[in-house]
């Protein structure tokens, strides 16, 4: 059993300790480039956002963990030393290593317990078939965190393959699901985003889901900033998508019925 995780963070301000690592949190969305890796592990969260990690994974243990999305690896980072997983598996879309991660496996030691992927695309079921096969074999996952391209297809993709491989209780968390709903311009702020359907529409999904077939999602958590979902005992046989367990009035829901 994970001792106490927010007994184990030490906050000075908007950066905290896990034994001898530091860590920094965001203020704002430019300090994503504005922090220094010589000052800490760079997260791309907000501290309130870290209380609400703790809150929810709470005294849990978590063995195997697959992350979408390393950017500057302190995610990746944090998990490790926050969770103590036996296994934790990480992939990202850039091409280039990220030598602040590839450092923190490398002078602890932990080659074999945190393995970054870099080049992967996470809406490419084949590569993460591949990943996942070659890193874990048949064992369940009990924690996925998608911190990745917040697209709607993209994600959804990797969702559907990778929610079937949790265990019964397992966590998924799909994070920033609701950048398209701020009071902003989100197009002014990231290019990437512009004419992209919201992330929210998977939300509307995961909810919908959660009334059409409990047994497999046993509980769904949202905050402005994730949603959280525990699997639950039910089992999925064949090819699995999230879309098919979206009803209303026994009619299934289609993309036109959320956002545009």
Known sequence: MTEGIATMLVWDGNRFNIGEHKFQTIVELSDLFKLKNEDGYVIGKTRSYIDKYCEHLGEKTFNNVFELGIFRGGSTVFLSEMLKPQKLVAIDFEQKPVEALDAYIRNNHLQERVKPFYGVDQSDIAALSR????????????????????????????????????????????????????????????????????????????????????????????TSDYVLIKKGHGNIDGPFNISDYSFHRGQQLKQKDYFA
């Not at 398209?180 to 995961?206: H, M, R, V, W």
């Open 131 to 222: 990943i996942y096969d070659e890193s874990f074999g048949s064992t369940p996952l009990d924690l996925v965190v998608d911190d990745a391209s917040h697209y709607l297809d993209e994600t959804r993709k990797s969702f559907n393959f990778l929610f079937p491989k949790l265990r019964a209780g397992g966590i998924y968390i799909v994070e920033d699901w609701a950048w398209a709903n701020f009071d902003l311009d989100i197009d002014k702020i990231s290019k990437a985003y512009k004419g992209k359907q919201p992330l929210s529409n998977l939300t509307f999904e995961i909810v919908l889901a959660s009334a059409t077939a409990p047994q497999l999602f046993h509980e769904v958590c949202i």
